[in-house]
T-cell receptor
Framework: DSGVTQTPKHLITATGQRVTLRCSPR?????VYWYQQSLDQGLQFLIQ???????AKGNILERFSAQQFPDLHSELNLSSLELGDSALYFC??????????????FGPGTRLTVL | GDSVTQMEGPVTLSEEAFLTINCTYT??????LFWYVQYPGEGLQLLLK?????DKGSNKGFEATYRKETTSFHLEKGSVQVSDSAVYFC?????????????FGQGTRLTINP
């Protein structure tokens, strides 16, 4: 158990809908990362937050957005869903955004299925 | 941009066989290198890491050495077990200021038969 929690574990929805994925980082970690794992794109970085502020952006679609709240949990919002958004979404956390020895600890993921 | 290339899978071995999963990388700075493992139905777990050239990461009988001259970080284990069956991901994190994201290889599925 990494200490990173994600809810829900599974999500099934229809095209055009909007969903919210939630992540709670390990106790004491200030940085949260979101990754998408799909069959065709592999594991890709989406976005990073540190202490409530956006820190880095990767291949995140404009239909997707995220935020980190004062209690440090984070939410990833996916809207106008398409079939191709079906994937496993991972959240990871680390103590801080810099440091060569820092490790990112991953949650169990949320499996999103868009029908 | 940064990239990681892993040997294509799937890889199927018999128990107690020697394992090598090749990983090479391209990076603009001096990256830290990682191996993550994903067991069926679970998230990613850090297996081992190395933060500078010639460092050797090791854990649970697995080893990988950071080779700057060949830009490689191959994963090895001397005697695999059925419980090692999983998907293995090689990843890097560049040292450039602010570059905190992990860049992953495509993953190698390993199956160990008894």
């Amino acid at each position: 158990d990494s200490g990173v929690t994600q809810t829900p574990k599974h999500l099934i929805t229809a095209t055009g809908q909007r969903v919210t994925l939630r992540c709670s980082p390990r106790s004491g970690d200030l940085s949260v990362y979101w990754y998408q794992q799909s069959l065709d794109q592999g594991l890709q970085f989406l976005i990073q937050y540190y202490n409530g502020e956006e820190r880095a952006k990767g291949n995140i679609l404009e239909r997707f957005s995220a935020q980190q709240f004062p209690d440090l949990h984070s939410e990833l919002n996916l809207s106008s869903l398409e079939l191709g958004d079906s994937a496993l979404y991972f959240c990871a956390s680390s103590p801080r955004p810099t440091g060569p020895t820092d490790t990112q600890y991953f949650g169990p993921g949320t499996r999103l299925t868009v029908l | 941009g940064d990239s990681v290339t892993q040997m294509e899978g799937p890889v199927t071995l018999s128990e107690e066989a020697f394992l090598t999963i090749n990983c090479t990388y391209t990076a603009t700075g001096y990256p830290s290198l990682f191996w993550y493992v994903q067991y069926p139905g679970e998230g990613l777990q850090l297996l081992l890491k190395a933060t500078k050239a010639d460092d050797k990461g090791s854990n649970k009988g697995f080893e990988a050495t950071y080779r700057k001259e060949t830009t490689s970080f191959h994963l090895e284990k001397g005697s695999v077990q059925v419980s090692d069956s999983a998907v293995y991901f090689c990843a890097l994190r560049d040292s450039i200021q602010g570059a905190q994201k992990l860049v992953f290889g495509q993953g190698t599925r390993l199956t160990i038969n008894p």
